[in-house]
C-alpha cells in the first residue's frame, strides 16, 4: 500500500505524549561521549554562557553550560557517521555533513526562540553521488554561501561545489576539480575579513589551494601556489586584518602564504594569488589546528602544548596542560574579551565597608594590568577572547588565560564504551570503558553520579566486555576479555570481596543473575556456561556445560535456566526484542498484525553490539479494536477500501448458496469460516491451496464455527503476501519463464507443458482441472483440436503450436 495516511492519535493523550510519526517511534534524549576527532565549534555569544556544537556518531549535540547547570539538546539529521561541522559569523547557522549521504544545515535560533531545538533548515542529499565521499563543508562568514569538498582524489581528484543555500536550489551554483596530485581534503576555511568574504582557503593532504567565489560571474576559481616540499598539511587559515594565510603541517612546521606581487591587481569577485612567504620549523611534533583570532595566531600540537604568536609568527605566549594530551580543536567565543572589568555593587543587608574600602572597590580594574605578559623584552599584555580546547581522549575545557581560568566541561569520555547495564528498580545506568572506568549515571537527570577505576590489565586482554545488575539491584558483575568476574557493589561503587574471580580462561561474553540474587551464570567465547552460586560475599561454581551458540539465557527458576540461540532473543514477557548490525527492534507481544505494536529505528551508523530495555510503550497511541490495523489499508478507517470490504462481509450472507428458498434472511456480524477463504479472494488476496489450509488450520483452533468482522480483517491482514495485493502481469511473467513454461523465445506460453509442470511440480493439480481453467480462459489455443475432434490437447511445443499463446496475453488475463 504505498500512500500516505493522514493519523490521528487517540483522544484524552496530553499533547506532549503525542508521537510524532509512525516512521520515527523512538527518540534520542541523551547521549554521553562525542567523537574528538571532528572539530567541535564554540558558538558562545555571552561570557556567562558556553554553546558548544559537538559530533557524537550520526548525532549533533547542541551543548549548554550556564555556570550552574549543563543541557545536552541531540538532534540526528544524518545516516552515517558525521564527520565535519561548521558555522557561520554569527554562530546561528550550523552545517554538518556525514561521510557520503547528506549535508544539513541547523537553525539554533529558529523564529527567534533561543530555547527552541535545533532544525535542519536545508538537506543536501548526495552531494557527490556516486563520485566519492563528502571530505569537508564550511559555510561563509555572513552565512549565504555553503563550499563542500569530496570526491575520489586518487582517481579524478577532489571537487569542490558551492551552493547559495538559502535561495533553495537543489543543484550547486559551480563546480570545480583539484589537482590529483593534492589528495583528499582536510579542511576549509572562508576569510573572516570584510570585503573578502568570498574568499577562502582548501587545506588538502600534500598542498594547499586559495580560491573565491565570483557572485556575479557565478563562477568558482582556484588557485595553488607552488610546491616546496611539504606533505601532510593539517590546518591552514587566513591571517585577520592582513593578507597572509598560514599552514601547519605533521612534521611541526608553519608555512606562511602572502600576496603574489606579480598579480598584486586581482580582478573583481576573483581569486587573490598567493605565494609562498616562508617557513618556520615551530615543533618537533604534529601541529593539528591553527587559528587566527584577535590579532594572534594560535596552535595545538600533539604535545598538548598550546601557542600564540603575532601575525608575524613570533612568539608570545605559550601553555601546557596538566595531562599533556594532544589538542585537536581550538574554537573562539564569538564574542571579543572586554577591555575592563565592571566594579562590583554592594548588596544590601551587607556589612558596608570603610569609604576607602568603598572607592578602592568601585574602581575600575584595567584588564591589561591582569592579562598574562608576553615574552617581549615589552612585556606587553596578551589579551585573547576566550576558547574551547578538546584533546584526543575526549577531554574538553574551557580555557581564558586573561583571568587564568581552565574549566573542563562536558561529560568525559577518555575511553569507548565496551558495555553498560541499567539498574533494574532504580533510573540508572551503569558504563565501564576500555580504561576500566565504571561511571554510574542518573538518567532522570543524565548526570554522572558515582565512578570507580577497576585495575583491568589493558596489555593482557582485560577489558570488560559485559555488565549485568542483580535483581535486588546490590550486586554488579562484569566479565572481561582475560575470564575475569569482576564483583562491585554499586550502591557505594567499590570492590566486592575478593574479586576479581576467574572460572575460564576465555572470555566472557554474557553474564546473567537469578530472579534472587543467588545464582549466576557465565558464558564465554567457546559457549561455555558456569553456573555460580554466592555464599556470603564469596561465588563458588555449582557447574558448567557447553552449549550451542547463544545469544541470551533465561532462569525459569533459581537453578533452572534456558538458552536461546542465535535465531531470536526473548527477553521479557510482554516483549520481542532484537537487534541488527544497525538497527532496533522492538515487538509487543502477542504478534497479531497491530501495526502499532512493533518498532523499528536506526541505532548506531556503524555497528551495534549490545542493548538492554528499560521501558516501551506505544499502544496508548494505537487505539482501540479496528484503528490500528485500519491504518495498513488504504484511505484508513474512514476510507473506500475498508467500506468496501465491510460490504462485502454482508453481501456473502445473502448470496444464493446461503438463502433457503423464501425464507426470511437474518444478518449477523460473523461469517462462517467455511466462507471465509473465498471472501478474501474475493477483497484481493489470491491465496494458494497450500495458504487456503494454513488459514483453515488457523481457523480451526479458533474453536469457533463463525469470525466477526474484526477477526477477518485480521486474518486478511496477517495471511496476505508482503506485497499486500494480487501478482502483478511483470510477477506472472517471471514466474512462468522461470519453471519452464515459456517457449524457446519467450514470447509464448506453451499450455501443454504448463499444465503438465503443474501436475509435478509444488502444490500439485489434477491435469484435468488445469486443462478445464486453461480451455475456459484461453478457448483459442484449444479450437484447432476441438475441429479434429481430438481429446488429446498435446500438438507439440513449436512456435506454431495451437496450444501456444502469447505471454503477454497470458499475464492479462490472470491479472
Not at 565570483?214 to 588557485?223: R, V
Not at 544590601?348 to 623584552?377: C, H, L, M, W, Y
Request: hydrophobic share 35%.
Amino acid at each position: 500500500m504505498g500512500e500516505l495516511v493522514e493519523y490521528n492519535p487517540v483522544e484524552n493523550v496530553q499533547p506532549e505524549e503525542h508521537i510524532h510519526h509512525r516512521c520515527h517511534p523512538l527518540h534520542l534524549t541523551w547521549v554521553s561521549g562525542f567523537n574528538p576527532r571532528v572539530s567541535l565549534l564554540n558558538v558562545s555569544t555571552t561570557r556567562e554562557r558556553k554553546e558548544l556544537v559537538l559530533a557524537s556518531g550520526n548525532t549533533l549535540l547542541f551543548y549548554c553550560y550556564d555556570g550552574e547547570r549543563e543541557k545536552i539538546t541531540p538532534v540526528i539529521g544524518h545516516k552515517n557517521v558525521v564527520n565535519m561541522i561548521g558555522c557561520d559569523g554569527s554562530g546561528r547557522f550550523v552545517v554538518s555533513s556525514d561521510c557520503s549521504y547528506c549535508i544539513n544545515v541547523w537553525d539554533r535560533d529558529i523564529g527567534g526562540e533561543s530555547n527552541h531545538h535545533p532544525i535542519a533548515i536545508r538537506t543536501i542529499f548526495e552531494p557527490f553521488k556516486a563520485n566519492g565521499d563528502i571530505g569537508a563543508v564550511a559555510l561563509s562568514r555572513d552565512g549565504k554561501y555553503l563550499l563542500a569538498g569530496g570526491g575520489m582524489p586518487d582517481e579524478q581528484g577532489s571537487h569542490l561545489k558551492l551552493w547559495s543555500w538559502t535561495v533553495g536550489n537543489d543543484f550547486p551554483d559551480d563546480t570545480i576539480t583539484l589537482p590529483t596530485r593534492l589528495g583528499r581534503i582536510k579542511t576549509i576555511h572562508f576569510c573572516p575579513d570584510r570585503g573578502r568574504r568570498n574568499q577562502f582557503v582548501v587545506t588538502l593532504d600534500s598542498g594547499v589551494a586559495f580560491g573565491a567565489w565570483d557572485a556575479k560571474e557565478q563562477k568558482l576559481s582556484i588557485q595553488v601556489p607552488k610546491r616546496h616540499g611539504f606533505q601532510d598539511y593539517n590546518d591552514t587559515v587566513f591571517v585577520e586584518r592582513t593578507d597572509r594565510a598560514v599552514s601547519v603541517t605533521g612534521a611541526g612546521m608553519a608555512v606562511l602564504w602572502s600576496n603574489d606581487r606579480k598579480f598584486s591587481d586581482r580582478p573583481e569577485g576573483g581569486v587573490q594569488r598567493k605565494e609562498f612567504l616562508k617557513y618556520l620549523h615551530l615543533k618537533y611534533a604534529s601541529i593539528n589546528v591553527v587559528r587566527s583570532c584577535d590579532e594572534k595566531i594560535v596552535t595545538g600540537d600533539d604535545d598538548g602544548e598550546i601557542r600564540f604568536y603575532d601575525n608575524s609568527m613570533k612568539i608570545l605566549y605559550w601553555f601546557k596542560q596538566e595531562d599533556l594530551e594532544p589538542i585537536r580543536t581550538l574554537s573562539f567565543e564569538l564574542v571579543e574579551t572586554r577591555q575592563s572589568i565592571p566594579p562590583v555593587e554592594p548588596i544590601e543587608g551587607d556589612d558596608q565597608p570603610s569609604k576607602e574600602e568603598s572607592t578602592e572597590k568601585k574602581r575600575v580594574v584595567n584588564i591589561e594590568d591582569i592579562a598574562p605578559k608576553d615574552v617581549s623584552f615589552e612585556a606587553r599584555p596578551v589579551i585573547v577572547r576566550g576558547f574551547v580546547s578538546a584533546t584526543k581522549s575526549g577531554k574538553i575545557y574551557d580555557i581564558d588565560i586573561v583571568y587564568n581560568k581552565i574549566q573542563e566541561l562536558f561529560l568525559q569520555s577518555p575511553s569507548i564504551i565496551t558495555a553498560f547495564d541499567v539498574h533494574s528498580v532504580r533510573s540508572e545506568l551503569c558504563t565501564c570503558d576500555g580504561n576500566g572506568r565504571f561511571v554510574v549515571y542518573d538518567l532522570k537527570t543524565n548526570s554522572m553520579r558515582l565512578a570507580l577505576d577497576v585495575p583491568i590489565q589493558r596489555t593482557r586482554r582485560g577489558r570488560i566486555t559485559t555488565l549485568a545488575y542483580s535483581p535486588c539491584g546490590t550486586f554488579l558483575a562484569g566479565g572481561a576479555e582475560n575470564g575475569y568476574l569482576w564483583m562491585v557493589e554499586p550502591n557505594l561503587m567499590i570492590l566486592a570481596g575478593s574479586s576479581p574471580f576467574q572460572f575460564t580462561n576465555e572470555k566472557i561474553r554474557l553474564v546473567l543473575f537469578s530472579e534472587d540474587s543467588k545464582y549466576l551464570t557465565c558464558v564465554d567465547e567457546s559457549n561455555m556456561i558456569i553456573l555460580l552460586h554466592r555464599e556470603k560475599d564469596d561465588w563458588q561454581v555449582t557447574g558448567h556445560c557447553a552449549t550451542h551458540r547463544l545469544t541470551d539465557l533465561a532462569f525459569l527458576y533459581a537453578t533452572d535456566f534456558v538458552s536461546i540461540g542465535e535465531d531470536r532473543q526473548l527477553p521479557g514477557e510482554d516483549y520481542f526484542l532484537f537487534i541488527t548490525n544497525n538497527n532496533i527492534y522492538v515487538h509487543h507481544l502477542p504478534i497479531d498484525g497491530n501495526p502499532f505494536k512493533y518498532l523499528a529505528v536506526r541505532g548506531h551508523p556503524k555497528r551495534l553490539k549490545g542493548l538492554q530495555v528499560t521501558w516501551t510503550d506505544n499502544m496508548k497511541h494505537a487505539g482501540t479494536g479496528l484503528d490500528p490495523f485500519c491504518t495498513l489499508l488504504p484511505g484508513g478507517k474512514r476510507g473506500c477500501y475498508v467500506r468496501e470490504i465491510l460490504s462485502l462481509f454482508f453481501y456473502n450472507q445473502i448470496s444464493p448458496k446461503n438463502s433457503d428458498g423464501d425464507a426470511e434472511l437474518t444478518l449477523r456480524d460473523a461469517m462462517n469460516v467455511q466462507d471465509v477463504p473465498n471472501y478474501m479472494r474475493s477483497i484481493g488476496f489470491h491465496m494458494s491451496e497450500y495458504e487456503e489450509q494454513n488459514l483453515c488450520k488457523e481457523m480451526e483452533l479458533t474453536g469457533t464455527y463463525f469470525l466477526t468482522f474484526e477477526e477477518v480483517l485480521k486474518l486478511f491482514l496477517n495471511h496476505r503476501t508482503a506485497a499486500g495485493g494480487p501478482p502483478t502481469s511483470e510477477d506472472i511473467r517471471t514466474a512462468v519463464t522461470f519453471i519452464g513454461a515459456a517457449t524457446s523465445s519467450g514470447n509464448n506460453v506453451d499450455l501443454v507443458q504448463l499444465i503438465t509442470l503443474l501436475a509435478s511440480m509444488g502444490e500439485l493439480m489434477d491435469p484435468k482441472i488445469s486443462e478445464m481453467y486453461c480451455r475456459i480462459l484461453f478457448p483459442s489455443a484449444f479450437e484447432g483440436n476441438k475441429q479434429e475432434n481430438s481429446s488429446d490437447p498435446g500438438c507439440g511445443t513449436g512456435e506454431d503450436c495451437t496450444n501456444c499463446i502469447g505471454i503477454e496475453e497470458f499475464s492479462d488475463k490472470l491479472c
